[in-house]
């Protein structure tokens, strides 16, 4: 994962997405290719929230 990741801008990729993909005018490869970022960015999003909940976690 990137050092400056920022969770903020991933869901706000995921919310720009799932309208993308609700949309009867996109075409099946779009969609492909968004569920694919899709998947990208929520291994992201996982391991943020992990580090943030092993940190809290940890007393750090």
Do not use: H
Request: with cysteine; proline share 2%.
């Amino acid at each position: 994962m990137k050092e400056n990741f920022e969770y903020a801008k991933a869901v706000e990729e995921l919310e720009a997405i799932a309208a993308k993909v609700e949309d009867p005018d996109t075409s099946i490869d779009d969609i492909d290719r968004y569920m694919k970022r899709s998947k990208e960015l929520l291994e992201s999003c996982r391991a943020y929230l992990r580090g943030r909940r092993e940190s809290l976690e940890g007393g750090e």
